[in-house]
Each structure stands twice: as C-alpha cells, then as structure tokens.
C-alpha cells in the first residue's frame, strides 16, 4: 500500500513547514474552507472515519454533535497522551510530520466552530512538544493559525498542554480535567464533551493518528478513504509491532490487515527461532490472542468479534519463553500503579489482583488464589466511572481464559512451567 | 522565591487559557526546569500568581508522577521502563546491569548527588525495547555495553 500517513517521515526537514508546503501540505485546509463546516462533517462522515484512540466511534458523528450555536465558545482537544503500553505510534507523526498534525486540527476546528485548541502531549514527550511548539509558531507566521485564516474570517488559536506523567489523562475527561489545571480525574459521563466539556464548552477530542487522516479525507475524497480497509472500519491504520518479533517497529498498512501478516510479514517473525505463544492485538488493556486467532483481520469489528479489541492498534508479541503469570502480573501493576484513586473498584480492586499476582509470580501463591482473581474481576468490572480498571480486568480475564493452566500450577508448583 | 524570569513566563503562560487554574501545570513545569525540584514555598508562590489556593497547587504535585515534589533528584535523572514490552526484552536484567554500574538501587541518588535511577511505567517507545529516559532524551535499543557507555558519559 502506498504511505499515507507516514509518507513524510523520515524524508529530509520533514519537521519544516516548507518542507510540507513543498509537498502539497496546507491545500487541503484551503480546500476545507471553500466548504461550509457541514460539508466538512458530512465529507468525515461520509469517509467512515473512526477514532483511532481506541473507541473507534465514527469521527463525522461526534463532530456533529457539537452545538451550532455561534455564541457559544467550543474547543478542540488534541489527544497526544499516547500512553497505552505497546503504542508508539503517534510520537512518530508529531516528531517526524507535525504540520499534518496542525493542518487536521486547523480543519477540525474550522468545522466543528473551535476557536482555541490544544495539543495535550504527554509529558514525557518533550522532544515531540518542542517539535510541536516550533511547528505551531511557523503555521501562524504563514497565517494558517491566528485571525482571519485563508480570509475565511475564522480565527483559531492552538496551543500545547503538556501533560507530567498520568496514564489517565488519556480518558477524554480526566485529559480536560487536566488541561484545567487539576487532578487528572475522570468525571461522570452523561453530559457528554460535545455538550459539556472544556471549561463546561462543547468540545471534540480526537487522536493523533484520527485527526492526520482528516487533511487526506479533505484532498482525496472520503470515496479514496473507503476504498482501503472493510466497508465498517475504513481507511488506512498505523500498527505498532513490539516484544518477541525480529523487525519491531510502526506499519502503515489497510485496517484489517491480519495479525498474521502484521507479525510475520511486516515484523519479521517471532525472533530467536521460538514458537509464537501469544499477542496482545491493541495495548495492554486488549485482551491476548493465541495462535488460532491469527488471522483475525486487525479492524474494530473483527476484534471485537473475538473478544478483544483493536485500542490503539498496540501489538506486543509473547514466544513460548513467556511466563503468562509474570505478564499479568506486569500489566496489572500498571494499572495499578495508574489508577487515580477516584472509584474503589480501581483503586483498591486492581491494587489487591497486583498484590495476588505478585506473590503467584514469586512462588508464594495460596490455594484459592485463582479463584480470588476471578471473583475480584467480577467485582470490579463495570462498576467504575472510567474503563480503566476494565482495561485490567479485561486483559487479566484473556489470559486466564488461555492460560488457566500456568497459574493453577505456580500455586501447586510455587514456579513457572514456561 | 520565584526569578523574575519565572514569574514573567508564568504570566505568559495564563494567557493561553480561559482561566488562571490551566496554567498551574506548565508553571510547575517551568519551575522544576529552573530548579530541578518543587518546594512548598516555590508552589505556594505559583499559587499565588495564579490566585488560587495552594493545596491547589500541592494536588497537582502529587498527582502527576513527573513532578519532584521536596525531592531533589540527581542532574541526571535515568528512568527505566518496566513495561511489558521492555520486560519482555530484558529490561530487568538492564535494570540490575545498571545498580551495578551505578552502586545504587532504583529510587537512589549516586552520592555526588549525579545520577538518580528510577523504574517507569510505559514510556511510549516499545518498538525500540529496552529503553530510558534520561531527563528530556530517550535512549534506545539499550544492551548492557551500551547503557555503561552512556552512564560512564554522564556529567
């Protein structure tokens, strides 16, 4: 397939904004604003765009629940937290094509009626905020941000918020909280950001990766955008590919590329010449696949179809030398160590399973232990204001559904048989 | 006490949002820049120029993990990634390499007060595992021979 998304990276001042000129960059937002903004939402619509955070909700839908009422402040919120362990894929745009970036959000925001929006960036990513930063300053020395852009009349302000080490503040409320100045705390949800969101303003809150397909929706048609990929999940899906694979690395391949040929034609392969054991298809909180599940087309329906989830498209790979024990156990830490304390279930369920996986993994697990994990997931599943602690949950229920086995015997064995 | 040159970029910063509050993360930031570290006196000054509460300010310190509150750290602040796709590569094993090389544990500072060894979750570069972070730069594709370079090089 011909790069879209990634078609700058790695080609030379790819990070300048005349770079991007010279490639054609910026003419879709002077295309854009020949259109009215509900040409555009329709056009994103029509494209079968969906949100590449993970939600997949349709991108054209949730623009077009912003209110039309020209009085009322609205934003657009740029999710650039990137923090779903297996994912690497949103650092490469910002670091290698920031203007892609800047022109998608400038589009968004002339059709959802935003006249501030901010790039919320992890904060481990200075490099990339810099990067965005410079970028930002070179759009609006050309005019593409400030007043009267294209002499549409709109104006549009953007700015980075750089986040300082919250795994949560990649959940759209918690994220606003943030950008307010607080806790990174989810909040309930109905009202939902398109009503109520930033500074309790309608809001959109897109991904990276969903807001660089915008400007090629906008140049090439939503028609091209429909012609890659199944008819319900179109358009082109950058895959990140990590762990026991020999090529580990970012794709750019059609949604519903298998999982087979992600891993062993674009990743080379598992490495070291051992056998495939398991895949986590979408981030941590994706619950693991095994090999009969590899052909399973990488999409946000087939996945779902089989129990798990697309997420941010963060495939970690496991060869037979895994301990699926020790692998709860890592991932479940993380949730752990990232719950932000505001729902019990979280803060003291995932807490107590770390605590069980632990002693399990070290060999000092207790008859009954299994059993404990499973009532805990019953009990925690659902009962949340965010998904975090299901994201837990989930991946823990996907391993003991494979692998049952391998923690019954580290209670009976106190070790691994991996 | 805040410089001058604090208080003016805190200013700066107020105008990007609609309200004085947003700016409370990137004025920490630009403080621990300056400083390496947030004091309770240095975030009772932020919220003052923000004209908001100061446990307003603490909140936020100790919410976010990348704030050192009244906690100095070394000039070198190596953090380790224990995450899955790290692990999966030997990030442990690294980790242990590393507290040899270092003569300390993680959560350590070296005693000439140089390099402070920190385990993180997930720092978004798994297809470069194992990986660090020391201060603002990534380091990846890490080995044992590499990492003593790079910590032997450390100023």
């Not at chain 1, 794709?251 to 990743?267: D, Q, V």
């Not at chain 2, 920190?118 to 990846?140: K, R």
Request: glycine share 10%; with cysteine.
């Amino acid at each position: 397939m011909e790069k879209t998304l990634l078609k700058n990276v790695g080609k030379p001042d790819s990070l300048t904004i005349g770079a991007y000129l010279a490639g054609g960059g910026y003419k879709a937002a002077e295309d854009a604003f020949k259109m009215t903004p509900d040409e555009l939402i329709q056009r994103i619509k029509d494209s079968g765009l969906r949100g590449r955070g993970g939600a997949g909700f349709s991108t054209g839908l949730k623009w077009s629940f912003i209110p039309k009422d020209p009085t009322l402040a609205k934003y657009l919120c740029c999710n650039a937290d990137e923090g779903e362990p297996g994912t690497f894929k949103d650092r490469v745009i910002m670091e290698n094509d920031p203007h892609l970036l800047i022109e998608g959000m400038i589009i968004t925001s002339y059709a959802i009626g935003a006249g501030a929006a901010y790039i919320y960036i992890r904060g481990e990513f200075a490099r990339s905020a810099k990067i965005l930063e410079q970028a930002i300053l070179e759009a609006y020395a050309k005019g593409y941000l400030g007043g009267n852009i294209f002499g549409s009349g709109f104006s549009l302000d953007m700015h980075v918020h750089r986040g300082f080490g919250a795994y949560i503040c990649g959940e759209e409320t918690a994220l606003l909280e943030s950008i307010e100045g607080l806790r990174g705390q989810p909040r309930k949800k109905p009202p939902f950001p398109a009503l109520s969101g930033l500074y309790a303003k309608p809001t959109v809150i897109n991904n990276v990766e969903t807001l660089a397909c915008v400007p090629f929706i906008i140049s090439k048609g939503a028609d091209w955008f429909k012609t890659i990929g199944p008819e319900k999940s179109p358009g082109p899906k950058l895959y990140c590919v990590s762990g026991h694979v020999n090529k580990p690395g970012i794709f750019e391949l059609p949604m519903g590329t298998s999982l087979r040929e992600i891993i062993y034609n674009h990743a080379g392969g598992v490495r070291h010449g051992k056998k495939f054991k398991a895949v986590i298809p979408g981030g941590v909180s994706a619950p693991l696949l095994i090999e009969k599940d590899l052909d399973t087309p990488m999409d946000f329906d087939s996945l779902a179809q089989k129990g798990t989830m697309l997420g941010s498209g963060g495939i970690i790979v496991m060869d037979e030398t895994t301990c699926m024990v020790k692998t709860a156990y890592i991932i479940n830490r993380f949730f752990s160590h990232e719950s932000c304390g505001k729902c019990t279930p979280c803060r003291e369920g995932t807490t107590w399973m770390t605590k069980i996986l632990r002693r399990l993994e070290s060999g000092t697990g207790r008859q009954g232990d299994v059993e404990l994990l499973e009532d805990l997931c019953g009990n925690i599943f659902g009962r949340t204001f965010c998904p975090l602690s299901d994201g837990a949950v989930m991946a823990l229920r996907g391993a003991l559904k494979n692998f049952r086995e391998e923690f019954v015997y580290h209670v009976e064995h106190k070790k691994c048989m991996a | 006490m805040l410089s001058a040159n604090l208080i003016e970029e805190i200013k700066k910063i107020q105008a990007r949002y609609h309200s004085k509050k947003s700016a409370c993360m990137a004025a920490m930031q630009s403080v621990q820049r300056e400083k390496g570290f947030l004091s309770k006196d240095d975030m009772t000054d932020v919220a003052r120029l923000l004209e908001i509460e100061p446990v307003e300010v603490e909140e936020v310190g100790a919410f976010y993990t990348m704030y050192n509150v009244e906690k100095p750290v070394g000039r070198n602040h190596v953090q380790v990634c224990r995450n899955l796709s790290c692990s999966l590569l030997g990030a442990e094993h690294l980790v242990r390499h590393m507290e040899k090389v270092l003569g300390i544990k993680t959560g350590q500072t070296t005693k000439d007060g140089k390099v402070t060894l920190s385990l993180v979750e997930c720092l978004g570069s798994c297809g470069t595992a194992p990986m660090m972070q020391i201060n603002d730069d990534y380091y990846e594709n890490l080995t044992e021979e590499k990492v003593t370079v790079i910590l032997k090089g450390l100023k």
